[in-house]
């Protein structure tokens, strides 16, 4: 057995390649990335610089499967083969957003060991989970704050600077082959980012294949990058190759950078256009794209690609049987050879990695549901004295309740019951909306299983939901809260929940009666049967009846109905969860996908008849019709 560790040198390393990678934007059809070939390798920590409108951020959303908000053009080869995309390697894959997403409540090391479990193979053992996360919190800088909450904008936690290197270290805990990283350094003071790259500089000595949105480096944090790629305007190439090489291949192209400036923001000026040549000529940005495509630094790419290429289409040498050179050995921590796989070998390495059992997820969800409870006992606190208020002000207006008056107390205690259980419900899944969207974003995200997760947290909320009679309806109303929360923002969240209880009140069968209920349409009688407080009122009147000896026993069909329709709404949040808020994900969204397929039925359709009819050719007619 391996032990698993931050320094181990990567067996599974991934070179990504990408020829004339392009992306429109839908439905508009802008270009927002043009034609960008090059590639990004295992060991080197690439950045991607450009003024703001560049397509920085798209290059790393498209490169990383993300990009669904456009159609993207062009090919992506993985380690020099074709034929599969980032998407098949979550296991190996690593995305840090440009937001600090991560929870408020607990504190950095629970955080870290929480994400390691979850995402290391299943066979890493207690040990091997702690020492990765230490080296993590050690490479980061975070020993101090290592048991201090995270805290957000209502809670005091650490500073942003340490958030940005926690966001880091979510994903490094993983251990991944290739990080993505969206912006680390942005909002950062020059040392703090020194810091981050470092740590990224490290692992990538180990096989990491880091590529990086970087914004006005300092001198020293542009001397750790290995590789640039600018973009200019609108996507467009202007340079890619080793950072040491940048500023001596624009100065031979005219440029001469002032003594004393800092050369990124020398190069910087030059892709927006903001100096002149030593001649006195101004220069455009096709100026510079044309520089670029005429350069040897670009044919010397193009030729690589074009080797990579062939050599994935006729297999002329196999990947797997070239040892890494000895200047790539330089990149290593340790000096032992390192066989670059092929894809073959690392689609079966990615099928085969033993990730964390179902049972196992949901216990690593349910612990850091309870944890979150456990660091927030105000906040239960408040739900217990909401409930208890609530019972007490029915209890005083109803404390000598009359026969003819039971069926009003009732009304006000379910409906006092929809209001506080609703509500507090509410944050279940809404308080960490975008916490789950990084978390059960495939591809390079984090792809953690949503199934654990939905189950993790309905359970962890049983204990509040303890009573009897009520507990039925607290289940029901619980459910609801979890749909709407899920379907909406926290605004239209909480407004969506109090209509929906009084909607469900209003259909109870006390004002109205139900059989005043029943001689209305289908939507009456539909709305009797899915409400909570209709189930409640007759489990509490037939329970209230015992009182005046008209009964003794408590009609447990009514505590059924509200369970049943509680799970029944809570199977319909499961799968809202997965089809909602899929481009939040970088997933293509539901409407894309109804799109995509009501054209291409068109598409046929318009087709068929245009064969049939000989009048105009299949494009225009499918043109014209489009247009309309």
Not at 313 to 333: G, H, L, N, W
Not at 473 to 486: D, E, N, P, Q, R
Request: charge should be negative; glycine fraction near 8%.
């Amino acid at each position: 057995y391996e032990h698993l560790s931050l320094y181990s040198p990567k067996r599974t390393r991934m070179d990504i390649s990408f020829v004339d990678l392009g992306l429109e934007l839908i439905p508009s059809g802008k270009r927002v990335l043009d034609s960008v070939s090059g590639s990004i390798r295992a060991g080197d920590v690439t950045a991607i610089m450009g003024p703001s409108g560049s397509g920085k951020t798209t290059f790393l959303n498209t490169l990383a499967g993300r990009a669904s908000y456009g159609k993207t053009t062009g090919s992506v080869l993985i380690n020099r083969e074709s034929g599969s995309s980032i998407m098949d390697f979550s296991y190996f894959c690593g995305f840090v957003p440009q937001d600090d997403i991560m929870l408020p409540e607990i504190t950095v090391y629970e955080t870290l060991v929480l994400y390691a479990s979850a995402r290391l193979p299943r066979k890493a053992t207690t040990e091997d989970i702690s020492s990765v996360v230490m080296e993590v919190v050690e490479v980061l800088g975070l020993l101090r704050v290592m048991h201090s909450i995270i805290g957000d904008a209502a809670t005091r936690g650490i500073s942003g600077g340490q958030k940005k290197r926690v966001n880091i270290g979510i994903e490094m805990v993983s251990l991944p082959s290739v990080l993505f990283l969206d912006e680390p350094t942005s909002g950062l003071d020059s040392t703090t980012s020194f810091t981050c790259v470092d740590a990224l500089s490290s692992i990538a000595k180990n096989g990491v294949n880091v590529a990086l949105v970087v914004h006005q480096p300092s001198y020293q944090l542009f001397q750790l990058l290995s590789h640039v790629l600018f973009l200019g305007f609108g996507g467009r190439t202007v340079y890619l190759g080793l950072t040491a090489n940048a500023l001596s291949y624009f100065e031979g192209n005219g440029f001469r950078c002032p003594a004393l400036w800092n050369p990124a923001d020398f190069l910087m000026d030059i892709i927006a256009c903001k100096v002149e040549i030593v001649k006195g000529q101004e220069i455009t940005l096709d100026d510079l794209c044309r520089l670029w495509e005429a350069s040897e630094h670009n044919r010397s790419c193009q030729n690589v690609l074009q080797g990579h290429q062939v050599q994935g289409a006729e297999t002329q040498k196999d990947p797997a049987e070239v040892e890494v050179t000895s200047i790539e050995m330089d990149r290593f921590a340790e000096d032992v050879p390192v066989k670059q796989m092929t894809l073959h070998e690392l689609l079966a390495a990615a099928v085969t990695y033993e990730a964390p059992t179902f049972l196992m997820s949901v216990w690593l969800f349910l612990i850091r549901a309870w944890l979150q409870y456990l660091k927030q006992p105000g906040q239960i606190l408040m739900d217990l004295l909401l409930h208890m208020c609530s019972g007490m002000v029915v209890g005083l207006l109803y404390s000598n309740v009359e026969f003819h008056k039971l069926q009003e107390m009732n009304f006000m205690y379910t409906f006092a019951l929809g209001l506080t259980i609703g509500m507090s419900s509410l944050r279940v899944f809404g308080a960490e909306r975008v916490v789950f969207w990084r978390e059960a974003a495939p591809g390079a995200g984090m792809n953690l299983d949503r199934n654990a997760y939905f189950v993790a947290k309905n359970i962890s909320e049983i204990p509040r939901l303890h009573f009897l009679i009520t507990f039925s309806g607290a289940f029901f109303v619980s459910g609801w809260a979890y749909l709407v929360s899920i379907l909406l923002d926290e605004k239209g969240a909480q407004l969506g929940m109090v209509i929906l209880v009084l909607v469900f009140s209003m259909f109870a069968g006390v004002t109205p009666t139900l059989d005043e209920i029943d001689e209305n349409t289908f939507i009456g009688p539909m709305l009797a049967w899915m409400s909570y407080a209709r189930w409640c009122i007759e489990a509490l009147y037939i329970n209230g009846l015992s009182r005046y000896k008209y009964t003794e026993r408590i009609d447990g069909v009514n505590i059924l109905m509200n369970v049943i329709f509680g799970t029944a709404v809570r199977i319909v949040a499961f799968y809202s969860m997965h089809i909602v808020n899929r481009h939040k994900m970088g997933q293509t969204s539901v409407k894309e996908i109804l799109r995509d397929s009501l054209l291409r039925t068109l598409e046929n359709v318009v087709f068929a008849r245009a064969v049939s009819n000989g009048s105009r050719s299949p494009s225009s007619t499918y043109e014209h019709m489009c247009t309309f």
